[in-house]
């Protein structure tokens, strides 16, 4: 997933200024003019340049025609400032179709003024509207921002346990566990 | 996953008082509410004041108050002051960690153990107020006897 990082991560700080009432940046569907400000977006959280990642992203998302999958971003008056992306997955790991959210970012300038909030609840019409009742996402344990966001968002642990393994440990360890 | 009691109640605390910053509530409205000892919440909520998440208000209608940010403050700030995730140190092992069987069973816990602190670092009070009222709203939907169009109650099949 690609997701935004915590430069300062949350402490427990005084009282803060209430939050401000989300900003309204138009939520509409990518378009080819987005994809420069969406890759240096990316580029400036992650520090790490992948344009033909979000070439080949804006091939497979972009067409608003196809429901099951969304590439959405926010506008600010012609100035792109977040993205999310999603598409419904049909019986992937035995779940019955559900939306997955497999990228969101906002720009750090623009963000505690409701823009993720904007975009999830964006495309979770989406996901409604292709017949959907569950939206999941996976990312990782240490990207507190990110995962603070998404519970906040009123999303728990699901019941999938994502596993992982090292292949070359795995090559050396031929008598590797059940099931066979 | 068990908390210790110090643990469950000064989070059953905080979230007390972070649910209504502007009200003070007495120690013995919390102890009463979650049926444990006064003198012993005491000294929890004198632990939380001393780290600056209430404060005290004395006189008429005293008590404590929130002084922290919901919004930033995670159960896993609170959790920290009272529970201990740090590795043990030398002295303190447990018999038969340092054997294969007890470094396995070791790297098996640790992995619950960074699950559960990413879990208590993602959630901040005010997400937990919100997860209550969800809660809340979906129980007094659950005991609404069901109704139909004319408003009448409907008989389940």
């Known amino acids: 997933m690609t997701v935004t990082r915590a430069t300062q991560p949350p402490s427990a700080g005084k009282r803060e200024s209430p939050p401000r009432e989300p900003a309204g940046p138009a939520i509409r569907p990518v378009r080819r003019g987005d994809l420069e400000p969406i890759v240096a977006l990316d580029a400036r959280v992650t520090g790490l340049e992948k344009r033909d990642y979000w070439e080949s992203l804006y091939r497979r998302y972009g067409s608003p025609a196809r429901t099951e999958r969304q590439f959405l971003v926010a506008d600010a008056g012609g100035r792109v400032v977040g993205f999310v992306i999603g598409e419904v997955r049909d019986w992937e790991f035995g779940a019955p179709p559900c939306g997955w959210v497999f990228a969101i970012d906002v720009h750090p300038d623009a963000r505690l003024a409701g823009t993720g909030t904007r975009l999830l609840e964006a495309i979770c019409r989406g996901f409604r509207r292709a017949g959907v009742s569950k939206v999941r996402t996976m990312l990782s344990r240490d990207n507190n921002l990110v995962l603070s966001f998404f519970r906040s968002q009123g999303m728990m642990t699901g019941p999938f346990i994502p596993l992982e393994m090292d292949l070359d440990a795995a090559e050396s360890a031929p008598d590797a566990g059940a099931p066979r | ?157």
């Open chain 2, 1 to 157: 996953m068990k908390l210790q009691k110090n643990t469950r109640l000064a989070l059953y605390s905080v979230l007390e008082f972070a649910a209504d910053p502007t009200r003070h509530i007495s120690a013995a409205e919390i102890a009463d509410k979650y049926e444990v000892s006064p003198h012993h919440l005491a000294k929890v909520l004198s632990e939380l004041a001393r780290a600056g998440l209430v404060e005290s208000v004395r006189g008429v209608g005293g008590g404590y108050r929130f002084a922290g940010n919901a919004r930033r403050l995670t159960l896993m700030d609170v959790i920290e002051m009272f529970e201990e995730f740090a590795a043990p140190d030398g002295d303190r092992r447990e018999p038969g960690e340092r054997t294969p069987v007890g470094r396995a069973l070791g790297a098996v816990l640790s992995e619950i153990d960074e699950i559960a602190k990413a879990t208590f670092r993602s959630i901040t009070l005010a997400t937990m107020l919100r997860l209550l009222a969800r809660q809340q709203r979906g129980q007094a939907a659950a005991r609404a006897p069901e109704r139909g169009r004319d408003g009448s109650k409907v008989k389940a099949p």
